[in-house]
């Protein structure tokens, strides 16, 4: 907190150029400064809605943005709008008081078909929404077309497939695929994939505290992630993702599991979507299980004492108008939280018909997907367990002897 205390400060005595009101703007906290030319673009598309454009102040430590929103949230320092996770992150500092409630803008767009409805669970808190999405991702694996035509693969469309893309690339000296715990999180990646592919309802109820992480789907699931370490098909868990798209560029990996928000960096690595890259969903262990995809959404949320609160309310609630959704979709060559706003990238577009089409399953992401403190935990095991320090079955031990505590306490404390 210490950390945090000092950019308070710091952030405090340059007040009068940060998240004090300034005519014609409304300012947004965010912890990705590479998304500030996109809110920018985004914000002059609002203004021709709202009359204020968007002046984002972004934090590159997660970290320190994280405490530095907390400390600051019911306070005359808090900014107009706040780039949040959904999920429990979102309910956790809607609990500690000090957001707008924003249920009437939510079901307005709902109404309109500008958003999901099945969005509710991961914005809603109390029966009220406390958040508007920011963007919809879906968790993929990205692959070289150029490296699979030589060596005559095609995207897998069944568990069988993806085991021979797996075996040719490793003969011929690529690793098949990318896995890293560099920055934390990453290290849910595989596990939710697993997991899910192995059984899609078992995750939901996993990740909704009534499953065990000792129960045979999540077994399974460890087993499969244990056998492609075992088989060299894993990089090093040191394997910093932000080198994924170079990799796959010079063909050195052959697959590379993020979400599709990592089509923006597959073109700064000068990777043309569909020509250089495509991309796929996991496929099931099982032909006869559901198929299901991970989803992503981050939201906008409103602090109460937002010094433009007026402003950041016509803001938020003209966000998913598609006039504003086409500018920011194509900045971020990923799909826009409106459905009706169709991904301009081909490869995201193809993704979003299979999503249609095969009627898959949303999941959500593991990060967002239960109590902060027992997530930031397991996370930590799941590190533990791709630098080889624990087994299969001890650190799935672990997560459940955790998770029995921390549900635990939640619930004790929503009473």
């Given at each position: 907190?210490a950390?945090?205390a000092a ?6 005595c ?5 998240t ?6 409304t ?8 998304w500030?030319?996109?809110y920018?673009?985004a914000?002059?598309?609002?203004k021709?809605i ?12 997660v970290?320190?943005?994280?405490q530095?929103v ?7 320092k808090a ?13 956790r ?7 707008t409630?924003?249920?009437g803008v939510?079901?307005?767009?709902a ?13 809603f808190?109390r029966g009220?929404?406390y958040?508007?999405?920011?963007y ?5 694996l990205?692959?070289s077309?150029?490296l699979f035509?030589?060596?005559g693969?095609?995207?897998p469309?069944s ?8 075996e ?5 000296k690529?690793t098949?695929?990318?896995a ?7 290290a849910?990646?595989w ?16 990740v909704?505290?009534?499953a065990s992480y ?6 399974r699931?460890m ?6 370490q ?12 932000a080198r994924?798209?170079g990799a ?14 990592q089509?923006?960096g597959?073109?700064a690595a ?13 496929p099931?262990?099982?032909p006869?299980t ?6 992503e ?5 409103v602090?109460s004492r937002?010094a433009?609160?007026g402003?950041?309310?016509k803001n938020v ?12 979709s194509?900045?971020?060559q990923?799909?826009s939280?409106?459905p ?9 577009a193809a993704?979003q018909g299979d999503?249609?089409r095969?009627h898959?399953?949303?999941?959500v992401?593991?990060w967002?997907?239960?109590p902060p403190?027992?997530?930031q ?5 799941l590190?533990g367990f791709m630098a ?8 799935l031990r672990r ?6 505590d ?5 619930r004790?404390?929503?009473?």
């Open positions: 907190m950390a945090g950019v308070l400060t710091a952030g405090g340059a007040r009068g150029a940060g004090s009101a300034q005519p014609g703007t300012s947004i906290s965010n912890d990705n400064a590479t500030d030319d996109g920018r673009a914000g002059r598309a609002l021709k709202t009359g204020y454009e968007l002046r984002p102040l972004s934090n590159p430590s970290t320190s943005y994280q530095v907390q400390m600051t949230l019911q306070t005359s900014s107009d709008l706040v780039k949040w996770a959904s999920g429990y992150q979102l309910k500092l809607a609990r500690a008081g000090g957001l409630d924003l249920t939510w079901e307005r767009y109404d309109r078909g500008w958003l999901r409805r099945a969005s509710k669970e991961a914005v808190y009220k929404a958040g508007i999405p920011l919809e991702s879906y968790y993929v990205f692959y077309k150029p035509r030589r060596l693969l095609k995207a469309a568990w069988d497939e993806l085991m021979h893309c797996a040719v690339l490793q003969r011929h690529v098949p695929f990318l890293s715990q560099v920055g934390g999180w990453p849910t990646e596990f939710q994939e697993f997991v899910s592919k192995v059984d899609p309802q078992f995750y939901r109820r996993l909704a505290g009534r000792t129960d045979e789907p999540a077994r699931a087993e499969l992630w244990h056998d492609f075992r088989k060299g098909w894993m990089t090093s868990p040191d394997f910093d993702q994924g798209p796959l560029k010079e063909g050195t990996v052959g697959m590379f599991l993020h979400g599709t928000w089509a923006a597959m073109s000068g990777i043309e979507p569909g020509k250089d890259y495509g991309a796929f969903i996991l099931t262990v099982r006869s559901p198929r299901s995809v991970i989803t959404s981050g939201v906008f949320a602090p937002a433009s609160h402003a950041a309310m609630g003209a966000w998913l108008s598609p006039s504003v959704q086409r500018v920011w194509d900045f971020l990923d799909s939280a409106n009706k706003v169709a991904a301009s990238n081909p490869v995201v993704l999503i249609a095969e898959r399953l949303p999941l992401r593991y967002e997907s239960g403190s027992l997530i935990g397991n996370t930590d095991d590190g080889g320090q624990t087994s299969p079955v001890t650190t997560m459940q002897e955790r998770a029995h921390e549900w635990a306490a939640w004790r404390d929503e009473a």
